[in-house]
C-alpha cells in the first residue's frame, strides 16, 4: 500500500468545501479540497514539491560518513551515540526499523509520494479545464489557456522529478533499457487514489524510466518562467532543462545530457556561478546557509525546502572525517595540497573535531520560529537541487564520453577556477590541466585517500557504444570527485556511487566490516517496513548482520 499524504484531500480534486450553518445537519461531512479554477490548480503546485530531505539517508549509505565507534587508522574510537536509531540501520546497509522521522525512507517515500499526487490532482484537473475551455468561473481567457498549459509542464516536472528520485533511492541501479526489464521497479502513479488500501504492482525499472522520460519531455514541451514570482522555487526552465540533463546522464544518453546541460547553462555559466567563495561578511554558520541558499546565491536553478534535522547528527556516532572529509573539503586535488583555500574559514564542528566536520554552507540549517518567546518552530534544509555547477559537471561528463576531452577539461576548468578566485587564496593554486588531472586520478587510491576509487558502470550498466577506456578513466574520476565536493553532506554522493558501481567499505563498531560491491543488492535502500508489511513487494535485499540498537553539541568554527 502506497501512503500518499493528499489522496484524501484531493481525490474529489477541489478547492475547499463550505455549507452554511443552516444546512450543515444535513449533509455528509466532505473534508476534501475542490480544485476550481485555474488560480487553484497553480497554487497547489506549491505543494509538489518535497517536504522531506534525501541527504541523511543517502550520506549514511555513502562514503562521505564513517561511524566514530569503528577504530581510525590511528586505533582511536569514541563511544558515541547515534542521534537516531535509525542511522546505524542505514550505516549498515539494514533494513529500517526503528524509526519513521522526517530523515528515514519512510519520510522520503511518503514525501516524494505526496508531491506525486498534487501534480496527478492538478493534471486530471487541468485536462477537465482545458476539453471545456472553462473552469468554474466560466470560459478561460488566453492568459489562462497558456497558464494552463505552464502549469501543466510544471505538473509534468514536479511528477518525473520524484519518481526519479525514488528510483534512485529503492531500487537498484538502473541498468538500460533490455537489462532494466529484470530489475524491479515502483509504482508510476499517473492517477489520483480513491480506493481504500489499493494494491501496486511495482513492475519493472526500464517501463519505470521510460514513464519518466514521458513526463520529462510532456514538461519541456510547456514550463514557462513567466507565471513565477520567484522562479527559484518551481520548475523553471533552467530547472527543467538541468533535470533533463541529469536524466539523460543517468540514462547514458550523453549527446542529450551535453545538450539539455548546454541549454540550461547558456553561453557564460561562468558569470552566474556560486558567489558564496568571494563573500566576507559571513560570520555565522547561519550567514553561510542563507549566502549558498538564498538569493545572492546566482548559481541557483532551483532550491526546496525540506524538514530535516540532519544539520543536528555531526558531533555524535556518525560523522564526516578521515578519507571522507579528505575526499570531499578537507583533501588534495589535481591543483592544490591538502585542503583547497576557498572552505578557509566555512568548516565547522559540534562538540570535537575529531568526531567529523562539517561545510556548514552545504550541511547547515534555517528555522523558522513557530513561537520565539517558546523556542519552538520547525527545522529547515535547504536543497540546492539544480544548479550551474551540478550542470556544468553533468555537462564534463557527457563531453568526455563523447570524446571531447578539451571541452571537458574547460568545464573542469570553469567549475574550479570559481573556487579558486576565493577571498582566502593562501595556498598555491596551478591551472587546470590535462597533465596535473592524469597525474593526480592515477595514483594509487590507497596512498590518494581513495578519492579515485575504481569504476565499474559499463558493468551496472553496459553500452557498447560508450565504453569506458583507459584514456578516459583519470577525467572521469575528476568529474566524479568535483561532484563529491560540489555536493557533500546533501545526498548526491550515494546516487554516483550506485551508478558508477563504485565499492564501499563501512567499518562499523570495533570489528564489524560490511562492503557494498557491484552488483549488491543492498544498493536499493528497503522500502519502508510501514509499506511492505501493507502487502507491497519489498527489496530482495542480501542478508546483513543486524545492528545491535545502541545529542548535538555546541557548534564551532574548524580553524
Known amino acids: 500500500m502506497i501512503k500518499l499524504k493528499y489522496v484524501s484531500m484531493i481525490a474529489g480534486l477541489g478547492l475547499l468545501a463550505l455549507s ?53 587508522k590511528n586505533g582511536n574510537r569514541y563511544n558515541l551515540a547515534p542521534d537516531e536509531l535509525a542511522d546505524n540501520q542505514l550505516f549498515a546497509w539494514e533494513d529500517v526499523t526503528l524509526g519513521t522521522g522526517s530523515d528515514t525512507p519512510y519520510s522520503i517515500w511518503n514525501s516524494c509520494y505526496a508531491s506525486i499526487a498534487v501534480a496527478n490532482a492538478v493534471l486530471e484537473k487541468a485536462e477537465e479545464f482545458e476539453a471545456n475551455n472553462a473552469d468554474k468561473n466560466g470560459e478561460l481567457s488566453y492568459d489562462e489557456q497558456l497558464r494552463l498549459k505552464a502549469i501543466k509542464g510544471e505538473a509534468y516536472m514536479i511528477r518525473a522529478y520524484h519518481h526519479f528520485i525514488l528510483a534512485n533511492v529503492f531500487c537498484m541501479p538502473y541498468a538500460g533499457p533490455e537489462r532494466g526489464k529484470e530489475q524491479v521497479g515502483l509504482p508510476y502513479m499517473k492517477e489520483t487514489e480513491t480506493k481504500v488500501s489499493p ?32 522562479p527559484r522555487y518551481h520548475f523553471n526552465v533552467n530547472a527543467s532543462n538541468a ?44 550567514d553561510h546557509v542563507r549566502a549558498n541558499s538564498g538569493i545572492t546565491n546566482p548559481s541557483i536553478y532551483m532550491s526546496i525546502a525540506t524538514y530535516s534535522t540532519w544539520s543536528r547528527r555531526p558531533g555524535g556516532r556518525y560523522g564526516c572525517k578521515d578519507n571522507a572529509a579528505s575526499g570531499t573539503f578537507r583533501g588534495p586535488g589535481p591543483t592544490w595540497n591538502s585542503s583547497h583555500p576557498c572552505f578557509q574559514g566555512m568548516i565547522f564542528y559540534r562538540g570535537s573535531q575529531e568526531y567529523g566536520l562539517m561545510f ?17 518552530g520547525y527545522v ?8 550551474v555547477e551540478k550542470t556544468l559537471l553533468i555537462r564534463a561528463e557527457a563531453e568526455i564520453f563523447l570524446g571531447k576531452t578539451a571541452a571537458a577539461i574547460a568545464d573542469l576548468k570553469m567549475w574550479l577556477d570559481n573556487r579558486d578566485n576565493c577571498v582566502n587564496k593562501s595556498n598555491v593554486i596551478q ?63 550515494f546516487f554516483d556511487l550506485k551508478r558508477y558501481g563504485i565499492e564501499v567499505t563501512h567499518r562499523i563498531g570495533a570489528s564489524r566490516v560490511e562492503t557494498l560491491k557491484v552488483g549488491d543488492k543492498r544498493w536499493a535502500i528497503q522500502l519502508p517496513y510501514e509499506v511492505w508489511i501493507a502487502g507491497m513487494e519489498k527489496n530482495d535485499r542480501d542478508a546483513v548482520t543486524p545492528t545491535e540498537p545502541t545529542d548535538t553539541q555546541s557548534m564551532h568554527l574548524a580553524e
Request: glycine content about 4%; charged content about 25%.
Open 431 to 493: 591551472p587546470l590541466t590535462a597533465g596535473n588531472i592524469e597525474r593526480f586520478y592515477n595514483k594509487d587510491p590507497k596512498t590518494n585517500f581513495e578519492i579515485n576509487k575504481p569504476m565499474h558502470i559499463d558493468e551496472v550498466f553496459p553500452s557498447s557504444e560508450y565504453s569506458v577506456t583507459p584514456e578516459m578513466v583519470p577525467y572521469l574520476q575528476c568529474v566524479q570527485h568535483f561532484r563529491r565536493i560540489e555536493t557533500a553532506h546533501k545526498g548526491d554522493r
Open 380 to 387: 529547515h534544509m535547504m536543497r540546492n537541487e539544480f544548479t
Open 20 to 72: 452554511s450553518c443552516n444546512d450543515y445537519l444535513d449533509k455528509v461531512p466532505d473534508t476534501r479540497v475542490y480544485l476550481e479554477n485555474v488560480d487553484q490548480l497553480q497554487k497547489l503546485l506549491v505543494d509538489g514539491y518535497m517536504g522531506n530531505d534525501y541527504a541523511a539517508v543517502c550520506e549514511l549509505s555513502s562514503d562521505n560518513i564513517v561511524d566514530n565507534t569503528a577504530p581510525d
Open 243 to 286: 533535470f533533463a540533463a541529469q536524466y539523460y546522464l543517468w540514462v547514458r544518453d550523453y549527446k542529450k545530457a551535453e545538450y539539455y546541460a548546454t541549454l540550461a547553462l547558456g553561453e557564460n555559466p561562468a558569470a552566474n556561478m556560486n558567489n558564496l567563495w568571494r563573500r566576507d561578511n559571513l560570520y555565522t554558520g547561519e
Open 360 to 376: 556548514f554552507a552545504n550541511w547547515g540549517e534555517l528555522f523558522e520560529y513557530t513561537d520565539k518567546l517558546a523556542g519552538i
Open 199 to 230: 494494491q501496486y504492482e511495482r513492475g519493472n525499472l526500464a517501463d519505470f524510466y521510460a514513464a519518466i522520460e514521458k513526463d520529462l519531455l510532456a514538461g519541456l514541451e510547456l514550463v514557462t518562467d513567466q507565471y513565477y514570482e520567484v
